[in-house]
């Protein structure tokens, strides 16, 4: 089922990939999201990764954005965790439209309703959580924005997606029982798709174990930006390290 699932939403963003220049003014008229539901879903099951990130300057913002683009990343995830974050994020969307026009901006760390609402009128094509929090899912489910909560229980999952989340973060994904954890929630709940942030590491051995346990995508964050290559504006290592571990999904993805 979670397969047929899949299938049904890429062949929706298809059609809406399609349809896009035709209806680009009323689509703009109704939300400030590039990409609807089907496409950003659609991103994240055909790369099988989210980069996940945040600085609190803006030239290093674009830098990071552009080297993950430059290496096959299509979804990205900017986190709410610092001052004026928000006025960080609104500038990277825009210049994601021109510099990375298929990407899909997204935004992380939103625990509450107004905070989501904040970055859904500054471009969010999805919200994530490090918890579930209905309200935010009232929020997103308004604009038909995706949100994507954190999640540490079968309990919270089946919650989260009993309010309409298509995708649920299983967060901290390493201390609630790793790779084995995902793959008992898939067998009595295989229509879930689950997305893993945490014990997330770009090598063979890590990224092949949460494949094979059926997650949808995994989130990455320090382990795919360490602070001596942002330091040393290694963009270049950056690229080469997501077309590696985009590289590792896609093997064990067939």
């Not at 969307?93 to 298929?102: D, L, R």
């Not at 107004?114 to 094509?125: E, F, K, P």
């Not at 709940?189 to 094979?212: D, F, Q, R």
Request: aromatic residues 8%; contains cysteine.
């Amino acid at each position: 089922m979670s397969t047929l699932r899949l299938k049904i939403l890429a062949s929706l963003a298809l059609e809406a990939n399609n349809a896009q220049s035709k209806t680009f003014k009323i689509t703009k008229t109704r939300t400030m999201a590039k990409f609807n539901k089907m496409q950003v879903v659609a991103a994240m099951q055909q790369t099988g990764m989210v980069p996940v990130f945040y600085h609190s300057d803006l030239e290093t913002a674009k830098n990071v954005l552009k080297a993950c683009y430059d290496g096959g990343v299509r979804a990205f995830e900017f986190t709410n965790r610092g001052d004026f974050a928000h006025e960080i994020f609104g500038e990277l969307v825009k210049y994601a439209a021109k510099a990375c026009p298929e990407m899909v901006v997204g935004v992380g760390t939103v625990v509450d309703p107004g905070t989501a609402a904040l970055y859904i009128q500054l471009g969010a094509n999805f919200v994530v959580s490090p918890l579930f929090n209905p309200e935010v899912a009232r929020i997103c489910n308004r604009r038909l924005v995706p949100y994507t909560p954190g999640c540490g229980s079968v309990s919270e999952i089946g919650a989260a997606q009993e309010m309409g989340c298509d995708v649920c973060k299983v967060f901290p994904a390493g201390n609630v029982g790793g790779p084995s954890f995902v793959k008992n929630v898939m067998a009595p709940m295989p229509w879930s798709m689950l997305m893993v942030t945490g014990a997330v590491e770009p090598t063979e051995e890590n990224l092949s174990a949460w494949i094979k346990a059926g997650v949808l995508c995994v989130g990455m964050g320090s382990n795919l930006f360490p602070k001596e290559q942002i330091a040393a504006k290694d963009w270049a290592w950056i690229t080469a390290k997501c077309k590696e571990a985009l590289a590792i999904i896609a093997k064990y993805k067939k």
